[in-house]
């Protein structure tokens, strides 16, 4: 053995002249993000019982790396005691040699933007790298871009939902913008679902907007529903419409989070076909006109579809990560004024005409007439 | 005592209260006692005597319908919730 003072530390430049093997002693997740190619990767609280299993030729010469030269340095000692017989310790790590524009390799599945611009959700033990490609690879479908629908979607977008479906065949109103997040003043006139799109785009470019610049019907939803939807989101304002959705979503197979609104009070509900009761379950018959005024009519608390379309967002979510209890069978009721949320339990009827044991209705109805009373 | 939550579009049946107070040992006895001083509410509630189907009513968080409709019993200090559907999304 040299009795001579060792060189501890060389420069990536000569790191990467050099023979040496490359040991990257950070974790597994700074590693995945990007290593040097051809290294070796040993966390540095597995060297004592790993490295000498991989690297069997102790006069092998070592060249350790993290991401800045720090946590390389002072595992030298440990390298040491293993019986290397020259290790040194790359300055300035992977930043150096990135800085550089030496070649880095990722074993990522979101490149570099993505990972910063999702951070704050790989973060998340239950969102990570994996749930996080799978949002961008969620497909979810929005009736209505109105109250409900705008924080609904302005949140599914943020978060990185790959593909968001639009229907409405509205234009921006001025009374609208009220509560109507996804809009602005310059887009009075102009048709919802193109104003969403845009909003939704300059939000976040990773989301693939599609729009459905017409109405539900009980024509167009076998088209729309087959557009490859994982899940809906309800934000109708009307009840033709969302018996119309909840029949085609038994039919279709995809869950609803529903949600719906009057002035201070608000419903959220998860119906998941067959694991859950429906719509119909819930309420068989939908109240005569007099007793079910629209906002139109009634009036809304201008914050309240933002609070009940972002729990419907929160639902979603939870539903395309497969995380969480999803509201299936409780209907969350929220009153503004009391700041109190309530549930109650909705149980699937088996005597339900859609969904139940032994269906009665097999096709679209006249939903209007039906609702009409 | 037994609480009624009333949603907002029955209150103007029950002078704006969004709750309102009744006694009872089961649904239909609260429902009585209500009818008895909102008279109104009963002619929006009720179909050929019994509950419409388009009102929902949870005692404990249960719809009665699971339960035993008209004749589910109620909690002294307990609540009960009324519940038509809403179509708002707007």
Known sequence: MSTTRRVREITAEEARRGEALLVDVRNDEEWKVGHIPGALHVPMSQLETRLPELVPDRSRPIVTYCAVGARSFRVLPTIDALGYEDSVSMTGGIVAWRELGFPVESDSRLDEEKRERYSRHLL????GEDGQARLLETSILLIGAGGLGSPAALYLAAAGVGRIGIVDDDVVDASNLQRQVLHSTAGLGERKARSAKRALEELNPDVDVVTYEERLTSENVDRILSEGWDLVVDGADNFPTRYLLNDASVWHDVPVVHGSIFRFEGQVTVFKPHDGPCYRCLFPQPPPPELAPSCA??????????????????????????????????????????ARLDEVRVRRDPGCPVCGDEPTIMEYVDYVEFCSG | MITIRIPPTLRTETEGASTVEANGETVRDLLDDLSGRFPALRE?????????????????????????????????????ILLPAMAGGC
Do not use: C, M
């Open chain 2, 44 to 80: 929006r509630i009720y179909a050929e005597g019994e509950l419409a189907r388009f009102v929902n009513v949870y005692v404990e968080g249960e719809d009665v319908r699971t339960r035993q409709g008209l004749e589910t019993r109620v909690r002294e200090g307990g609540t009960v």
């Open chain 1, 124 to 127: 998340i033990p239950e969102v």
């Open chain 1, 297 to 338: 009519e009634g009036g809304v608390l201008g914050v309240l579809p933002g609070v009940i379309g972002s729990l419907q967002a929160n639902e979603a979510l939870k539903l395309a990560l497969g995380i969480g209890e999803p509201a299936i069978g409780r209907l969350l009721l929220f009153d503004a004024l009391s």
